[in-house]
């Protein structure tokens, strides 16, 4: 585990205080790759930029406001008698919580079909409870036709509940950019 948290120290009393100062980072991005991926011989990486009627669209399918207007995505690939077989789609998002980004990363199946996801950086000074395996482990199987619904198919955490929201959202969006931008292709 890497953390790259300081804490602040003294108060004008002379009382030491914690006080998150730097968020933790859990997984780089070419570490949570090897996770979702580890027989993958190499990756390439493309940029979605999405425009206003995509944008649009999006939240049509997925019932999540898109705010950001790129989505980076690395397919993976094994090497297999000279040729290159797809082996799925990484895709590296970050969302709000309660008051700051999480950042995460999602790996699907050539059919867009989540396979796993995993939490890289929290910045929250709570809920990092979402980091948890059996939380994390609900959204494998799931596609976008999956409800995909905190408090129905998604268990909510006590105290993490916005972080909850935000990643669910989020990988609801990523099941969507799947369905409009790659399946098929």
Not at 22 to 32: G, Q
Not at 134 to 144: A, E, I, V
Not at 150 to 160: H, K, R, S
Not at 174 to 184: N, S, T
């Amino acid at each position: 585990m890497r953390l790259k948290s300081t804490y602040a120290a003294v108060t004008a009393a002379g009382i030491f205080i914690s006080v998150p100062a730097a968020a933790t980072s859990y997984l780089s991005l070419e570490e949570a790759q090897k996770i979702f991926f580890p027989e993958a011989s190499h990756f390439t990486r493309e940029k979605i930029i999405f425009s206003p009627e995509q944008k649009k669209e999006l939240k049509n399918r997925t019932g999540v406001t898109v705010t950001n207007i790129a989505q980076p995505i690395w397919r993976a690939f094994k090497s297999e008698n000279s040729k290159a077989v797809l082996l799925g789609y990484f895709i590296f998002d970050a969302v709000i919580g309660k008051h700051d980004l999480i950042d995460y990363a999602v790996g699907l199946s050539p059919d867009g079909t989540v396979t796993g996801v995993e939490i890289l950086t929290y910045r929250e000074s709570y809920g990092s409870e979402i980091r948890n395996k059996h939380w994390r482990k609900q959204f494998r199987g799931k596609t976008l036709s999956s409800p995909l619904k905190l408090n129905d198919d998604i268990q909510n955490i006590g105290g993490a509940t916005l972080s909850c929201r935000g990643v669910t959202e989020g990988i609801k969006k990523i099941l969507g950019v799947y369905e409009i931008f790659l399946k098929g292709k």
